[in-house]
């Protein structure tokens, strides 16, 4: 792994600067919401933008041959996400723990180049590990199954082993059994972007 340099990181961003840089790497869909089981692989960019990072992921699916063993795309750039990241800069009086900050954070989801949703995420970040929960759900795409009656969605990131893992979980109005996991993954830095 390349060593990250938290000094090219703006102070702002200092609790995010373990994320800054290139990272690609493999996960599993889940199987819900009319999205099929299977693997993927992942590239994702969290670069320095003036007190932000601004990110995008695209997790593309794929299998393996059983024939030569060769790792076979079906979908490139199936499921792209584009966002904000900011640490924000009041603190609320309910987070009391000093080795946490608050966090802000917009992303973008597409599925198959079609807009599906733009989510407003609070969180917190702290000790290698991020918790973020969906605050507000702007729906575009209502007729995929995926992004109708998107109640709630939550993700999970730590950094372990020089490897961000991160598990995505999603809720839809009415669902029992409240949220279900959609996708997990990890990713490794493969080049570092920091503000020079």
Do not use: C
């Amino acid at each position: 792994m390349l060593a990250l340099d938290s000094s090219k990181v703006p102070q702002s961003l200092y609790p995010l600067f373990w994320l800054v840089g290139e990272f690609e790497g493999t996960g599993t869909l889940g199987g819900q919401f009319g999205i099929a089981e299977s693997l993927f692989q992942q590239r994702v960019n969290w670069q320095v933008a003036g007190d932000s990072l601004e990110m995008k992921s695209s997790l593309s699916t794929y299998h393996i041959d059983q024939d030569t063993a060769e790792i076979v795309i079906d979908e490139a750039d199936f499921i792209v996400q584009e966002g904000h990241w900011n640490v924000a800069k009041e603190r609320p009086d309910t987070l009391t723990d000093e080795s946490l900050f608050p966090l802000q954070v917009t992303v973008a989801t597409s599925m198959r180049g079609i807009p599906l949703f733009e989510t407003e995420f609070v969180g917190v970040v702290g000790n290698g590990k991020i918790e973020l929960l969906s605050d507000k759900i702007r729906i575009d795409a209502p007729e995929v199954e995926l992004a109708n009656n998107l109640w709630r969605e939550k993700y999970m990131f730590g950094y372990v082993n020089d490897r961000v893992l991160w598990v995505w979980d999603v809720a839809q109005v009415g669902d029992q059994d409240g949220l279900k996991s959609i996708a997990s993954g990890g990713v490794g830095i493969i080049e570092e972007k920091v503000k020079e």
